[in-house]
């Protein structure tokens, strides 16, 4: 089971965090992701932390503005989301899958990010 947190209204230029808290317990290692659908749009990748934490991925849109990272315990991962732009207003969802690949087997219920103009 994943639980987002973090998501919230801000104005454009603010910070967010998010966090997603995994539970329960893992039978192989897995990384963590975060996606988010805007209104009217497809759910699109936003960032991707692997099992070691040593890999990271982030669509282009977002490099240099979000952080992804993980807690020791390899449980929670954060978004930390700077200099945010009206449109990176979405629903954030957080996902978990196998670290070998980039499927996605568990979803979180998501959080919302609105950032004012």
């Known amino acids: 089971q994943l639980v987002e947190s973090g998501g919230g209204l801000v104005q454009a230029g603010g910070s967010l965090r998010l966090s997603c808290a995994a539970s329960?317990?893992?039978?192989?290692?897995?990384?963590m992701a975060w996606f988010r659908q805007a209104p009217g749009k497809e759910r699109e990748f936003v960032a991707r932390i692997s099992w070691s934490g040593g890999t990271t991925d982030y669509v282009d849109s977002v490099k240099g503005r979000f952080t992804i990272s993980r807690d020791g315990a390899k449980n929670t991962a954060l978004l930390q989301m700077n200099s945010l732009k009206p449109e990176d207003t979405a629903v954030y969802y957080c996902a978990t899958g196998p670290d070998a690949t980039r499927s996605y087997t568990t979803w979180g219920q998501g959080t919302q990010v609105t950032v004012s103009s």
């Open positions: 329960g317990r893992a039978s192989s290692p897995y990384a």
